[in-house]
């Protein structure tokens, strides 16, 4: 008999969960806090993506069921942790597999109480009892919100003029500083995309689609344990690149295109989010050439500037000069440097930002700005590292042979007590990607196509 493949949680993984909610429970001192997962897929858009747990309930909880909830509350003599979900049904394992149920979830997730959801109704006014504020996000979109607003709302603590504060707020500031466990997946989900990268540049050759390379670099991931991806793969040929989120996917690979790919895959919920760009024919032409050693010193050095205390606009104005500096050298922006600085001229060539935090989400929570003031980055926190030049084809002021040139470069980053550890160890190298082009042979590849 085949073994079921439940969820099965770690006795390590179960202790960070806990201390993940005993940190929440001290932040939110004598109140109560409830946190919902994501609503069911639904209707004939449900059909059409997997389900993904609300990244928030997920890092609290480590259930990834839907229809469940979580209260905390901290002042409780005897149980501050409870879960509730749906109790184990046939119908519900036929359709979709098998559930927690009550008691795997209270084993597995290291909860004090697990309850079924037909006693959410008469417990939670019981608890508010032990609470002087509400933690909890009340967007009406959100799973539960007609059933758990009447009962909050209308309580006595809110009557008493008890606040309904955002728990979203408490857990992103929590987010935002990774643990071991948060570190082991996002090390593990850079593995898997790095290797995709270096099979994509492997199997690339003209002629092919994008989607080909896409479909080579996805079953990469796939094969490799990823159990899906953190966002549509940007897979850009030639002047696609200049799109940034351009993911049609769908023209084919000229010989003198530079092709870019952006894409990553989660580990255990964390994504990836790398960018490389490599030219089909093997060989930088010298204009890619020079704009590419432009993006790779700039994103080495600004990589080179993280550690605590560091603030991403410094990074960020390092970075848009560094560029500036090298699009003057180049000769396509011809003006000062003082003077492309005042105007952000670079911004036309560099037009996002360096990075972003990185996670449970791509672009993923925790605030950069605390009280209107930037706060400088800290160790724990991951972000991406991704300077990019795009010289678009309408560009009439510089000249046609640059015309078309996207590039992008990204890494993903934490920061360290003593600096930065970089968990993206895809080829990027001029020389070490060259070697790597095209070296799955044609007939290989072939073996895998319809003739
Ligand atoms: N993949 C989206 C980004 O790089 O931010
Ligand atoms: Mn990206
Ligand atoms: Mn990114």
Redesign the pocket.
Known sequence: MKSECRVTVSESERAFLRSRREALMRSIGNGIAIAVSAKPNSGPAGYRAAFRQDSDFLYLTGCPETDSLAVFIPQHPHHKSVLFLRERDTAGELWNGPMLGLEGAGEQLGFDLVLPLSELDKKIPEWLTFADSIYWDSSPELEFYERLRPILQGSRLRRNGAEILNIRDVIHEQRLFKDELEIGHLQNANDIASRAHELAMRVTRSGLFEYQIQAFLEMSMLANGSTQLG?PS?VASGANACCLHYNRNNCTLGESDLLLI?AGCESGFYTA?I?RTWPVSGRFSGEQRALYELVLETQQRSIEMIRPGVRLTELNDFAGRNLAEGLIRLGIIKCSLDEVLEKKRHKEFFPHGLG?FLGLD??DVGRYRIKNVERPLEAGMCL?V?PGLYIQPSFADVDSRWHGIGIRI?DNILVTADGHRNFTSCSKKIDDVESLIGTVRPEELNRFLLP
Request: aromatic share 10%; hydrophobic share 20%; proline share 0%.
């Open positions: 966002y940007i952006d989010d960018t972003h791509v672009h991406t991704e990204e």
